[in-house]
């Protein structure tokens, strides 16, 4: 049903007339009720990252007036909000109490580019820049580790690697598309594997563009013009499709990113998500910005969602609970035989403390996980072989080797275990890490 106007956000406000509103206790699904119409206007009753990401799903939601109270966010994250606006065709105001003011926030012209909900994006690129090539220190990339600590961490033993689920397609996208979830497949693939895929899709139409390209193995920002050739593939069954979606890319990923979300299939309410984020060629700044907004719009943390341990849905859900890519990622599940349907939900359904895309660590045998701790008996580090995921092995082993409680605090991981406090890990600049409660469902 649509409603004139409505009150996202828990605080106390003053109307004239009663209107319908998020309740205690009211979770994602029920702020998305709220929005459904859209309603003209939101006010939104929160502040900080609580109200950032209210104000923003109402806008991606069709919203046209959003109000906050005065105050609620800083002067920087305010000047974001009334950048996104714009980009949605919205309007943000401001409301103080006393002398009951409105004030209509413009976005300046030359707004810098800032991402809520993530790690310092400058401070973090600038350290994997800095520590290319020096694998130790790439392990400690957001960490604060003394030599004391590193020599310790390097006796401990290595958290054992994850076992990987087996029998899963080596592209989860190609079941996707033919299944028919994706009207165009878009793949990045070496030269040779072309005429393969080729084969293994008969009937469908090829759109190719070749261009270089290296990945940073830290965040997953890529960088074209440098590093081995590669082929970027369209497939459609319909040629118009796959045309369509090259030239989209060609014109610019960023620019036309509603565009092509839809000619992959994704579900709007993620794509349009997906679009109001300023740092998208970071995939580990993604799962960040989700999670955050996960945690302020109150949604669950669906397990098949998580891509930590297995990249089942290939697009940036709007939260971990999105009702639309839960159904997708069903759907996919579905097509796996059966014994790895049940291997793909076990893994999944595991808390996983995310630092990067070469380094994340999932727990086993968990009696309580929320997004400040997880109680464990057991740890597997996630993320690559070489040798800097050993020495990223080595700390969290050293950390959280034996189980326990890890807490995240601002400052420190620390672990607690049989009601002493263990040891800690302290966090640095950028402040890495963020620990996703994935559970079985
Ligand atoms: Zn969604």
Partial sequence: MQ?????????????????????PGDRFEAIESLLQGPPEAVLVAAEGQDC???????????????????????????????????????EVFT???????????????????????????EAWSLASRQNRGQPDRLAELGLVVSAEERDAARQAAPLPIDTPVAGLPPRLEETAFRLGLKPVLYLVVPPDELEALRLRHPGA???TIETSLREDASTGVRHYDVGPTTRHVFLAADPVLARAAARLWVDGSSRNVREIGRLMGYPECCVAAYATLRSRANNAGLVYVTSARTRALRASYHPLLGGSVVHLVPFTPC?????????????LVGELAPATQSAVRRAMSRPVLYLDQGRAVAFEGVSHADTESVSFDRAVFIGGQDQSALHARHLFGWLLGGGGTLRLTDEA?????GGQARRRLRRGDPALGVLMPFASF
């Fill in 319 to 331: 939260t971990y609970g999105c009702a639309r890519a839960v159904s997708w990622a069903l759907r």
């Fill in 205 to 207: 139409y090829l759109e």
């Fill in 95 to 121: 409301h103080a109490r006393e002398g009951n003011r409105y004030e209509r926030i413009h976005a300046p012209k030359d707004a810098a580019a800032m991402e809520i909900g993530v790690p310092d994006l």
């Fill in 3 to 23: 409603h004139r106007v409505v009150v996202l956000g828990q605080e106390a406000v003053s109307l004239d007339r009663p209107v319908p509103r998020e309740a």
């Fill in 52 to 90: 950032f990401f209210r104000a923003s799903l109402a806008m991606e939601r069709g919203v046209r007036k959003v109000v906050i109270r005065d105050g609620a966010l800083g002067p920087a994250v305010l000047r974001e909000m009334a950048v996104r606006a714009r980009a949605l065709g919205a």
């Fill in 413 to 417: 991981f620390e672990l607690e275990a």
